[in-house]
């Protein structure tokens, strides 16, 4: 059976659920055989076993959360040479990507981002892929080398299946450094889900009027569950730190449910959200583009429509 | 210090962009270009750290570097009107449709023919969205990747940036010669002054072809690409969904339906 090599994500001995996306994706196209970075991997391997994964190469070396990327796209390359697999998976995010990057030149392969499928192919995986902000969707495939693939988050629901999850130990042989890393700084943890993988999205726009105004935002997303996004307007007047704005130039997200609140949907915004399952909008605009996108939408006053839903969403508690 | 910033031409991303139906390459002659706004960021990177090591007492020069067809060089003209000081155009039509892997060999090979201490793109494109070319060119130049910068310092030959994470940054130092990427907001892009377009015209700019930068022609264009395209169709526009009014019963309505679709 074809192995296919899945580079985890984790915080210590946590798993990231996109992994566990990738991991079931991998089980499509043969045995997934995770590539763990650092360490945790005894704590994080129940985790790997109950989606599937069939055995994790470990590398506990400290240099990989020392040093940027290269040491973990060394690390790939050398198992892409050691077992020949048939597909190479990575998330879809910024620092996957660049992992993805600089392995496609170690080994000359093509590398496709932002995949939303991946389904097997007569010459190999076809991967989906949405682009000019979700308006037109691209079949794509690699002719050359190994295929490398980054997986844009919420791609696949992860499913349970029986896995050994069989750690092996591995090391790099040669020597990957770069740049170093010298320290990581949280800005706020806050027990929201990460931007990017969350499964609920709330995002707030201009409507909000202000920083404070976009206090309501906060409340919804944490009645939900949910990551709070902003868009553009928000992050450029500084209502909302910056690194939460989705849209073009910001991050690009695809969750179960998006709820769209006082935001107009500019195009540049939609190119970050419209391939969202269900979306939700309220605006007091009824022109606003963004109610063409919207699976149920509301026009109204967000300061009026957003309490009353949070009403109801503790009546339902 | 000599600084390499690259920049790239891209359908404006308010307008309508397609594919054309015959090579599934990007259709760049229906639409306006103009400057990837994530490489405006970069420019100006540029521009601040060669002002910074000219009041050092420094020399130091900024260099554009497009690829792309005749018309990118309306891009390269704005760069130069921002403050740049020459430009370099790989120009060849041997180049259309390139990928990411075979577009980072094309600028590697130009990259290691003009010299570089720093070399500074913006993040990603908006056409393409990769986000991989830094990675890329650090990997075939060997020089560290000091990427998804917010704030760069530079200090004799150490770069010290912070690189954005998903919930905050990373301090990454590194020495030069290097290549830097950045993110939106690292700075705020000058706009160019008259007397900078009216300079913008005297500056030079080189054009290569294949050929001048020692680039292997079977190694890029479509041919040359590791990656292909199989079919592209435009997205089909979303099922009309409900649109209602608030008649003081809004977010109750909102609820019932997150309530059916089993979200609450």
């Known amino acids: ?317 | 210090m000599n600084i390499v910033v690259l920049v790239k031409q891209v359908p404006d991303t308010w307008a309508e962009r397609k594919l054309k139906d015959a090579d599934a390459t990007l259709d760049r002659a229906s639409v306006d270009g103009l400057i990837n706004e994530l490489d405006e960021y970069a420019i100006e990177e540029g521009l601040q750290i060669a002002e910074a090591q000219r009041a050092a007492g420094n020399e130091a020069e900024v260099t554009i570097l497009t690829m792309g067809p005749e018309k990118a060089a309306e891009s390269i003209r704005k760069a130069l009107s921002m403050g740049a000081d020459k430009a370099v155009h790989l120009l060849d039509d041997g180049l259309a449709g390139s990928d990411g892997l075979s577009t980072s060999y094309a600028l590697a090979q130009v990259l290691g023919q003009i010299g570089f201490d720093l070399v500074i793109a913006g993040s990603e494109s908006t056409d393409a969205r990769m986000g991989v070319m830094a990675a890329m060119l650090a990997e075939r130049l060997g020089v560290p990747q000091v990427s998804l910068a917010n704030k760069v310092e530079i200090d004799g030959t150490a770069i010290r940036i912070r690189r954005a994470s998903e919930d905050g940054y990373f301090e990454v130092e590194s020495t030069l010669p290097a290549v830097v990427s950045v993110v939106e907001k690292t700075n705020e892009p000058r706009y160019p002054s008259f007397k900078g377009i009216m300079a913008a015209k005297k500056k030079p700019v080189q054009t290569m072809s294949l050929a001048d930068a020692g680039i292997d022609p079977a190694l890029v264009g479509l041919g040359g690409a590791a990656t292909e395209v199989v079919d592209h169709t435009q997205r089909p526009p979303r099922q009309a969904g409900t649109v209602v009014k608030d008649e003081g019963d809004g977010g109750a309505k909102v609820a019932e339906f997150l309530a059916a679709q089993k979200f609450i």
């Open chain 1, 1 to 317: 059976m074809a192995e296919i090599l899945v580079l985890a994500e984790h915080v210590d001995a946590d798993v990231k659920k996109v992994t566990l996306e990738l991991i079931t994706l991998a089980r499509r196209f043969g045995e997934a055989s995770v590539v763990w970075t650092g360490a945790g991997a005894e704590e994080g391997q129940a985790r790997l076993a109950e989606y599937g994964a069939t055995r994790v190469y470990v590398a506990a070396d400290s240099v990989y959360d020392d040093y940027v990327t290269n040491p973990a796209a060394e690390l790939l390359a050398q198992l892409v040479k050691e077992k020949s697999p048939a597909l190479v998976l990575v998330a879809g995010n910024a620092q996957g990507k660049e992992v993805a990057g600089r392995l496609a030149v170690k080994i000359d392969s093509g590398v496709l981002t932002d995949a939303v499928d991946l389904q097997p192919g007569a010459d190999g995986p076809v991967a989906e892929q949405s682009v000019f902000g979700g308006a037109t969707i691209v079949h794509s495939r690699v002719r050359r080398g190994t295929p490398i693939v980054a997986m844009r988050p919420n791609a696949v629901a992860p499913e349970p299946a029986a896995g050994d999850a069989a750690i092996e130990a591995v090391s790099l042989s040669a020597d990957a450094t770069g740049a170093r890393i010298t320290n990581r700084v949280v800005a706020e943890r806050s027990d929201r889900p990460e931007l990017s993988e969350a499964s609920i999205v709330v995002s707030g726009g201009r409507g909000t009027g202000g920083a404070e105004g976009f206090g309501v935002i906060e409340q919804l997303a944490d009645a939900m569950g949910a990551a709070v996004g902003a868009s553009r307007a928000v992050t450029d007047a500084g209502w909302y730190p910056h690194q939460f704005q989705v849209g073009q130039t910001g991050k690009t997200v695809s969750p179960q449910l998006y709820m769209a609140i006082g935001i107009s949907g500019a195009i540049q915004h939609r190119a970050g959200m419209q391939t969202s399952k269900t979306i939700i909008a309220v605006n007091k605009d009824p022109e606003a583009p963004i109610f063409e996108l919207a699976d149920f939408g509301v026009v109204g006053d967000l300061f009026k429509v957003v309490p009353q839903l949070l009403e109801e969403i503790g009546k339902r508690k």
